[in-house]
């Protein structure tokens, strides 16, 4: 970042002393207020809960312009990621900051291939877990568990630590996912193999079964990868920024990650998607698009508490990129599959139509984003709608891990400690228990 030719001046009318703040402005996006030095110069904080108004770090690694509805890996237009590139390149760019060229692709598949396996005491986790626990809570405990096994990759200020780590939860998320999934259906685990692509190693070892042998289907295999390229990261949401703060202390990069995984889970968050299917399938089992006007009076009604999933995002006030190629590879798939009649596409594509004609939502410029087909389509690859959001979690890994990364290779990084406006009790005295 550099200094911009403007300064801020904080002044304030009870005629306390003014201040000047820098500004600071980037490649693009919003300049910067610097206010590192504000409290040292006024015993104020700033107050901003939510983080609308704040940004808690500079980065190189990806750049959203809400308001165009543009999204850039690495100044990479999303678009042509999904369309000229697979996801290890994506992720290749997004830890190193360059796609990679053949050579360098190769090196890096092979590397991410040879550690795909986990160790073998890793199932026995799943043991302690009910068959019927949610995927995501098999998730965070195995994510959190693998840094029981990698001593060898956790100081995570080393950079060849840290570069290990990486690769490691890249390669084992598809492994661990699926055996989340393996467990809960009660299906032996499945190796993976090192012949197949990312995605199709995932889809063999989700739907594959020991007594024969798993033909992956090229049309699921390129849509699954690009399902990954699209929820490979997305600046500082809030997971990132819980990997961001988590890390920030220092922890070893698996706990960090696991961190993120536990905040993905949220329905405001990635657990949207399983959010968005579930709302789906409500109105389809209540009358399909005929109840749909009924629905969307629900939503607009605040007391009703009802939100239409899948739609709105806090930068996005346009439509967000990776829902219109959601939407394409959602097509893809249903016409593979002979769905192209899928009552709940349909019904999305209703609830979409009516939704970006209604002033309710054009006003508060309501788009679907990235979890408003993602369901959809993860449902007719065959994927339980309660994994849902751990493939959003195996696909945003990488961008955790690449963000996690360029913070703590900032020598200037420092334990994030936000401060409060605190409007609680004031000091008083204990009285003896009679007395209370
Ligand atoms: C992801 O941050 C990221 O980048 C996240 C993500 C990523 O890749 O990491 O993009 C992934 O999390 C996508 C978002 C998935 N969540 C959902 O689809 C859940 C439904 N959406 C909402 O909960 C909401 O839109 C948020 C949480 C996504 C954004 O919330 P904000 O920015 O805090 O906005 P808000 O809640 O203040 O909404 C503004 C207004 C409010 O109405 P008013 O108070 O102004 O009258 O819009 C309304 C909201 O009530 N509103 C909705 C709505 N989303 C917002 N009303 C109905 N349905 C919705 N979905």
Same mark, same amino acid.
């Not at 300049?31 to 107050?47: E, N, P, S």
């Not at 259906?185 to 197949?196: A, H, K, S, T, V």
């Not at 995605?199 to 399902?227: H, K, Q, S, T």
């Not at 949401?237 to 703060?245: E, F, G, Y």
């Given at each position: 970042m ?6 801020a001046?904080?002044?304030?009318s &009870?005629?306390?002393?003014s201040? =000047? #703040?820098?500004v600071?402005q980037?490649?693009?996006?919003p300049?910067? +207020?610097?206010?590192r030095?504000l ?9 901003d809960?939510?983080f609308?108004?704040t940004?808690?770090?500079q980065?190189a690694?990806?750049y ?5 509805g =543009?999204l850039l890996y ?7 990621? @999904?369309?000229?590139c697979?996801?290890l390149e994506?992720c290749?760019?997004l830890?190193?900051? =360059?796609?990679?060229?053949a050579?360098?692709?190769k090196?890096?598949?092979d590397?991410v291939?040879?550690h795909t396996?986990?160790?073998e005491?890793m199932?026995?986790?799943l043991r302690g877990?009910r068959r019927d626990?949610?995927p995501?809570?098999?998730l ?5 568990g693998l ?5 060898d990759?956790?100081?995570i &200020?080393?950079?060849?630590h840290? =570069?290990i780590?990486? $690769?490691?939860l +890249? ?5 661990l996912v699926s055996m @989340?999934?393996?467990y809960g ?9 090192n ?8 889809l ?5 079964v020991p007594?024969?042998?798993?033909v992956v289907?090229?049309?699921l295999?390129? @849509?699954?990868d690009?399902i990954? $390229?699209?929820?490979?990261?997305h ?5 990132t920024?819980?990997v961001r #703060?988590?890390?920030?202390s220092?922890t070893?990069?698996f706990a960090?990650?696991a961190?993120?995984?536990a905040c993905l889970?949220g ?5 949207a998607?399983?959010a968005?299917l ?19 009076e629900k939503?607009?009604?605040k007391?009703s508490g009802?939100?239409l ?12 990129p990776?829902a219109?190629?959601?939407?394409e590879?959602?097509?893809e798939? #249903? &016409?593979e599959?002979g #769905?192209?009649n899928?009552?709940?596409?349909k ?6 139509k009516i ?7 054009v006003q508060r ?6 979890d408003?087909?993602?369901?959809i389509?993860?449902? @007719?690859?065959? $994927?339980p709608v309660?994994?849902?959001t751990?493939i959003?979690?195996l696909?945003?890994?990488v ?8 913070m703590?290779?900032?020598p200037e990084?420092?334990i ?11 000091k008083?005295d204990?009285?003896?228990l009679a007395?209370r």
């Amino acid at each position: 970042m550099k200094l911009a030719d403007n300064k801020a001046t904080l002044s304030f009318s &009870n005629g306390g002393p003014s201040v =000047e #703040l820098p500004v600071y402005q980037g490649s693009i996006g919003p300049d910067v +207020i610097d206010i590192r030095k504000l409290y040292a110069q006024t015993g104020m904080f700033t107050y901003d809960p939510g983080f609308l108004s704040t940004a808690s770090c500079q980065s190189a690694i990806t750049y959203i312009d809400g308001d165009k509805g =543009e999204l850039l890996y690495r100044g990479y237009p999303i678009e042509q990621l @999904a369309v000229n590139c697979d996801f290890l390149e994506t992720c290749h760019l997004l830890l190193y900051g =360059e796609l990679p060229n053949a050579d360098q692709k190769k090196t890096f598949s092979d590397t991410v291939t040879r550690h795909t396996m986990v160790n073998e005491q890793m199932q026995f986790f799943l043991r302690g877990f009910r068959r019927d626990a949610h995927p995501m809570a098999v998730l965070t405990g195995l994510v959190g568990g693998l840094s029981a096994f990698y001593h060898d990759s956790t100081d995570i &200020n080393n950079p060849e630590h840290r =570069e290990i780590a990486a $690769i490691r939860l +890249i390669a084992k998320m598809p492994t661990l996912v699926s055996m @989340a999934y393996k467990y809960g259906i009660g299906q032996p685990y499945m190796y993976p193999r090192n012949e197949l692509s990312y995605a199709g190693n995932f889809l063999r070892m989700m739907f594959g079964v020991p007594p024969e042998d798993y033909v992956v289907n090229p049309v699921l295999e390129r @849509a699954l990868d690009r399902i990954f $390229i699209l929820h490979a990261d997305h600046e500082q949401n809030a997971s990132t920024s819980t990997v961001r #703060l988590c890390g920030s202390s220092g922890t070893n990069p698996f706990a960090a990650i696991a961190a993120g995984v536990a905040c993905l889970w949220g329905p405001a968050h990635g657990g949207a998607n399983e959010a968005c299917l579930n709302m789906l399938e409500d109105i389809q089992r209540n009358g399909g698009v005929s109840k749909v006007g009924e629905f969307m009076e629900k939503v607009k009604d605040k007391s009703s508490g009802v939100k239409l999933m899948g739609f709105g995002h806090r930068v996005y006030k346009n439509y967000d990129p990776r829902a219109k190629l959601m939407q394409e590879t959602c097509n893809e798939v #249903l &016409n593979e599959l002979g #769905l192209e009649n899928d009552p709940l596409f349909k019904l999305a594509k209703e609830l979409e139509k009516i939704a970006l004609e209604d002033d309710y939502f054009v006003q508060r410029k309501l788009y679907p984003n990235v979890d408003f087909y993602s369901g959809i389509v993860q449902r @007719a690859i065959g $994927i339980p709608v309660n994994l849902f959001t751990g493939i959003f979690a195996l696909a945003r890994t990488v961008g955790w891990i690449a963000q996690l990364n360029e913070m703590i290779g900032d020598p200037e990084y420092k334990i994030g400690r936000p401060r409060q406006l605190f409007d609680g009790a004031t000091k008083r005295d204990v009285k003896p228990l009679a007395q209370r």
